[in-house]
């Protein structure tokens, strides 16, 4: 699962971060569909498209919530890039 970009000190790329979910033959339905709707919510993200990726994260919270802090701390990214209100539908406070 892609976490995020980082520039690495000292070099000129961006390289990605994974947090790894298991062997594919392995990972479960639900594991998959999770999987599926975070690839969108970081396509948005990438993209510039913060409200699809704030609507999205919000929902992989209430949905998956073993990665919760995860998608919190992504929704407070996507907050400093548009001065959004962290405060949706009660999740964040």
């Known amino acids: ?28 339905e639900q594991t998959r ?9 970081i396509r948005h993200y990438y993209a510039g498209e913060f409200d699809q990726a704030d609507d999205l994260f919000c929902r992989l919270i209430q949905q998956h919530s073993d990665f919760a802090q995860y998608y919190r701390y992504m929704l407070k990214q996507v907050a ?4 959004v209100t962290l405060v949706r539908q009660g999740e964040i406070s």
């Open 33 to 41: 569909q999770a999987l599926t709707l975070h690839n969108d919510a």
């Open 80 to 83: 400093e890039k548009t001065n």
């Open 1 to 28: 699962m892609e976490l995020d970009t980082v520039h690495v000190k000292g070099k000129k790329i961006i390289s990605k971060i994974y947090h790894p979910l298991g062997l594919k033959s392995e990972i479960s």
